[in-house]
């Protein structure tokens, strides 16, 4: 139930004020149709001069504006229309229009039906108010509500206005109560908005993933290459020259990592215009890890193009975020990656010697704290087996995935 309204509080809350404007507009909305449906009943029934309303001509005037308004109301921009308006002026508080035409046509009957009534009473209800306002000064106002002291007209018409705003603002809460229920979103509606947000939601996971893994590892090879180099500038030129070079390379790889996450988020763009890298670009990620001065054996047993493409590029982030946190939790420490093929699966293995206890864990400016969490994400997007963790004196980092063979 709509509680009571307290004596003041519907003359001085602004809500009152923006309800009784959505009901002025639904009035003035259906003074057209009152009109027109009058006009075209009075043509069809009437064959007296001047035309004389009957109960037929009025009866056959509320089917012509019943039909008009509901001809109107299925319009889409009308159902858009009334949507905004009542938001606008408070009547209505969800942001999701309904996807259904039966209810905002009932809504638009009612907000004219209501809103045409509210406007007569506002005419009557001020006009009175002026004649009982005025009675003192003129003896001789004659209105059904004149008392008959004079003098008693200002206080009557105070309390007039009270009732009328008071009436309007009760009326304002009434719709408030039911526009949700016919302007409102339908449960399918919330569902689908729903559904949409969780895509939203995986979308900027996966682009948080993109970031992390592709920029992240070219930050911490790009680091340890540049170490590399300082330290051996002098005893070792040429190896301190490759491995500047392939900073830069890294850097570009990284950029184009960077193009590619950045055109997944324009919204005028509807493809990346750089390809993410795949499996065949393995080769390439163990050689500039090789010049981070990481002692990195790779075995590649079997073909990479069959592979397909989705599995690929995801198998590619995981081996790159391992070969990453490799790098972060035991630099310079030897590696060793394996990865086995056959038409249906593959299986990737990587290895590295543990830390010494007594050796501090080194900790890296970019760690995030999330290579291992994004790395079992993606193996599990892609219904893969991800393990790790310490096996005698290495550390075991295996993937294995399969797929139905397609050719």
């Known amino acids: 139930m709509t509680a009571p309204i307290p004596p003041l509080g519907a003359l001085t809350s602004p809500h009152t004020y923006r309800h009784w404007a959505h009901l002025i507009i639904g009035g003035a909305l259906a003074t057209p149709y009152l009109m027109a449906s009058l006009v075209l009943a009075s043509l069809i029934t009437d064959t007296t001069t001047p035309p004389t309303p009957t ?41 999701t229009p309904t996807s259904g035409r039966l209810r905002p046509t009932l809504w638009l009957h009612l907000h004219l039906t209501i809103g045409l009534l509210a406007c007569i009473a506002t005419m009557v209800a001020l006009t009175e108010a002026a004649l009982l306002t005025l009675a003192p ?111 830069a390379d890294t850097a570009r790889t990284a950029t184009a990592d960077l193009d590619h996450a950045l055109g997944l988020l324009r919204q005028d763009t509807p493809t990346p215009r750089t390809p993410p890298p795949d499996l065949t670009h393995l080769p390439h990620l163990t050689q500039a890890t090789r010049h981070t001065g990481t002692d990195l054996t790779s075995h590649i047993d079997g073909p990479l193009d069959h592979i397909p493409t989705l599995l690929s590029r995801e198998t590619y982030r995981i081996t790159q975020e391992a070969l990453t946190n490799a790098l972060r939790h035991a630099p310079h420490q030897p590696l060793t990656l394996t990865l086995k093929t056959t038409p249906t699966s593959l299986t990737l293995t990587l290895t590295n010697p543990l830390p010494t206890p007594h050796r501090p864990r080194r900790r890296h400016p970019t760690r995030g704290g999330h290579g291992l969490h994004g790395m079992r994400e993606r193996a599990h997007l892609i219904g893969a087996t991800l393990t790790h963790g310490p096996h005698h004196d290495q550390w075991t980092t295996t993937l294995h995935l399969t797929w139905k063979d397609t050719r």
């Open 137 to 247: 000064l003129d003896h001789g106002t004659a209105t059904p509500l004149t008392p008959t002291h004079p003098y008693l007209g200002p206080p009557l018409a105070l309390l007039w206005l009270l009732a009328l705003i008071h009436t309007i603002a009760l009326t304002g809460r009434l719709l408030t109560k039911i526009a949700p229920h016919l302007l409102g979103p339908t449960p399918t509606d919330r569902l689908a908005a729903a559904q949409a947000h969780a895509h939203r939601l995986a979308e900027r996971n996966r682009l948080a993933r993109e970031l992390h893994d592709g920029l992240g590892h070219a930050l911490s090879v790009v680091t340890l290459q540049a170490a590399t180099a300082a330290r051996l500038l002098d005893t070792d030129p040429d190896f301190a020259r490759q491995a500047l070079t392939h900073i």
């Open 55 to 95: 109960g037929l001509t009025l009866t056959l005037a509320l089917a012509i504006g019943l039909t008009l308004i509901t001809a109107t109301a299925l319009i889409p921009a009308t159902r858009t229309g009334q949507h905004h308006l009542a938001h606008a002026l408070g009547i209505l508080h969800d942001t």
